[in-house]
């Protein structure tokens, strides 16, 4: 769950980091609003992703009028992709120097990872790339998070061989960045997020530490523990705003483990496990899995119907390859699944089932009655599918 700029900004403001003041414009008439208010503003389309500046998506403006005429531009455009539902218009700041401050998931070190670069307003993803020294990282203990020494020695570290920002000193700079990082840490770990970053932190001419951008990403799989958030997210758009796929969010509303990769093949079976070999079969015979779908063990018809209706709503499909290994789960359940899905939907994509296991013949049975292709093996199954799709896109072409 990604939030907008302005959303992410309130989290970092209600902890104590400064904000640049703001106010949300859905029309220009209330960007020409905010300016009279606030003076001098940016205007800022309001989008999960970003490289808004290259997009044209942020744009200057000294009076009211041309925050009305800004607001207007961006609010009929898209960037990267997303249409602009608002624009955030804060004050400008004065700024004398950027750094960037970021708390993300190191997950091959299975801990938080806090970063600090003297190259702020930049894209960090090319720095790292390009220059990773420029960047300093600290992985501090989970249970004692950041110390403070920790923190000034990761300042240092990013100082080092750097032109420190307005003037500063590292120790004076280190005053002002240890007490904001270990603040995002904190409010990464309260959000379950798994990125808390500030690209840039301004530093500003009179000394401050202003946070002049904010992303912030919640792990999906604690999105129930912050409701507040899921709502304000949820009212900006839910999907189209959030940066998530669509077809996942329509997955996760129908309880289903669901990942959608673009291809063209459907995938389902019954454990993690094996649907990801599935995905390696359709590729090895030359398919394009268009999703991963594990309806798991002992999945009754109902199970299958659902993921079969969700499969289905994926229009680049031409196919679809049901895999299921029978323990608990049994095959007669899935074959009355599978059709019950493709009579309710009315699929017309080719289906092919390989099932095998707990009633796999009267399974196999119910499914060649109702004219769907059964398989023995996951091998075969794979090569029907990925050449009845073929066919059929050649037919269509």
């Known amino acids: ?21 703001g106010r949300l414009a859905r029309s220009p008439a209330e960007a020409r609003a905010a300016a009279d208010l606030l003076g001098p503003v940016a205007v800022k389309a309001q989008v999960p992703v970003g490289g808004r500046g290259k997009a044209g998506g942020i744009r200057l403006a000294r009076t009211p009028d041309e925050a009305e005429a800004a607001a207007s531009a961006i609010l009929a455009m898209e960037v990267r992709g997303y249409g602009v539902p608002a624009v955030w218009c804060e004050q400008l700041l004065d700024i004398a120097g950027e750094l960037y401050g970021g708390i993300t998931v190191d997950r091959d070190r ?31 203990d989970p249970f004692a998070g950041p110390l403070p020494f920790e923190l000034r020695r990761l300042v240092l570290a990013a100082c080092r ?50 946070a002049g951008d904010a992303k912030l990403e919640i792990d999906p799989g604690a999105e129930f523990r912050h409701p507040d958030l899921a709502a304000a ?18 997955a996760r509303e129908r309880g289903l483990t669901y990942v959608h990769l673009g291809g063209d093949i459907g995938v389902v079976g019954n454990g993690a496990g094996l649907v990801m070999n599935t995905l390696d ?6 398919g394009e899995p268009a999703n991963f779908l594990d309806i798991g063990g002992g999945a009754r018809a109902e199970v299958v119907t659902r993921a079969l209706l969700m499969v289905a709503l994926d229009p680049a499909v031409r196919g679809i390859f049901v895999n299921i290994f029978g323990g608990i789960t049994r095959g007669d ?18 289906l092919v089932v390989r099932m095998t296991g707990t009633r796999e013949l009267e399974g196999r049975q119910l499914l060649e009655a109702a004219g769907i292709v059964p398989t023995a093996t996951a091998p075969e199954a794979a090569l029907a599918i990925v050449q009845l799709a073929r066919d059929r896109t050649r037919a269509a072409g």
């Open 110 to 140: 299975r801990r938080m990872a806090v970063m600090l670069s003297l190259a702020g307003g930049v894209d960090i993803e090319a720095v790292a790339a390009t220059s990773p020294g420029r960047i300093a990282r600290l992985w501090p």
């Open 161 to 210: 061989g750097q032109q420190v920002p307005a003037g500063l000193r590292p120790i004076q700079l280190a005053a002002l960045v240890v007490p904001v990082l270990r603040t995002l840490y904190d409010v990464a770990s309260r959000l379950d997020a798994t990125l808390c970053e500030v690209n840039p932190l301004v530093v500003t001419a009179d000394g401050r530490l202003v």
């Open 333 to 350: 359940e899935v074959a009355r699944g599978v059709i019950a899905a493709r009579d309710a939907a009315g699929i017309t994509v080719p």
């Open 1 to 21: 769950m990604k939030l907008l700029e302005y959303q992410a900004k309130a989290e970092l403001a209600r902890a104590g980091i400064a904000v640049p003041e």
């Open 233 to 250: 997210v949820a009212a900006d758009g839910a999907a189209a705003v959030s940066g998530e796929d669509p077809l996942e969010v329509a």
């Open 281 to 286: 079969l359709v590729k090895q015979h030359g």
